[in-house]
């Protein structure tokens, strides 16, 4: 049986050094991190600034005005003073989800400690331009306005709950579904494998699973974009917070 769990494990390329006796190793998952800069590096110094723009400098202008038009659209235009980190966001997860999908590729957002980290930069910047910017005022986020009195201090203490969540529903959102996806894939492709070597009986019924594959795999292309489209929007909800705190 072929294990479609085994496509997330971490293997060691080298160690860079330690730390006490901790080492600290170059794995699949920094290589392709590595991979995906490396891609998008490419993507926009080939662009050029042409009057006709090309095929990699139409793909980057749709890129930046598609982020840009969501940052304005969910944190205003005092938002796209944020827009560096929120396009470096979508296009990390964007390309490398896109790379994950070939075969015997790795995906990196189906770590949760990779989407964690993520997470957190959003949560820790939106707390520290908060304070930056409105000082104390930015308490008010969790005072929302027009709430009667006597429930205030339930709606207080649930609007902090839901703050501090923030970086887990963040992260798991991006994390288990593009795990439950691939694992799927992997089941779906393995069962192809298995019936084709059955003879030609075997290799007729592998056509079920082989086409239920393809659709998957353009599935998961959609689900590739989806994703980091959702986690690129709720972080520019999470900036208009630090931006517009009790709005």
């Known amino acids: ?127 520290i331009y908060g304070f930056y910017k409105n000082g104390l005022k930015f308490f008010k986020l969790f005072v929302p306005s027009g709430i009667p009195v006597v429930i205030m201090p339930l709606v207080v203490v649930i609007e902090i709950i839901s703050f501090f969540s923030r970086p887990i529903s963040h992260s798991v959102r991006l994390f288990a579904n593009m795990l439950a996806g691939h694992v799927t894939l992997k089941v779906f492709a393995s069962f192809v494998t298995m019936l084709g070597a059955l003879g030609f009986v075997g290799k007729v019924g592998a056509l079920l699973p082989l086409g239920l594959t393809v659709a998957l795999t353009g599935l998961e292309l959609m689900v590739a974009f989806l994703q980091a489209y959702v986690f690129t929007i709720l972080t520019c909800i999470y900036l208009n917070d630090a931006i517009h705190p009790g709005h």
């Open 1 to 127: 049986m072929i294990d479609p769990i085994e496509q997330f494990h971490l293997n060691k390329i080298f160690t860079i050094g330690h730390i006490g006796n901790q080492e600290i190793a170059f794995t699949t998952s920094s290589a392709y991190m590595l991979l995906a800069v490396v891609i998008i590096s490419v993507m926009m110094l080939a662009a050029g600034r042409q009057l006709v723009p090309g095929r990699f400098q139409s793909v980057v202008e749709l890129s930046y005005e598609f982020v840009a038009n969501t940052i304005r659209t969910s944190a205003g235009s005092h938002g796209m003073t944020f827009f560096p980190l929120v396009f470096s966001l979508f296009m990390f997860i964007f390309v490398s989800n896109i790379v994950g999908i070939i075969p015997y590729t790795f995906t990196i957002s189906s770590h949760i400690i990779v989407t964690f980290a993520l997470a957190l930069l959003v949560f820790l910047t939106v707390i």
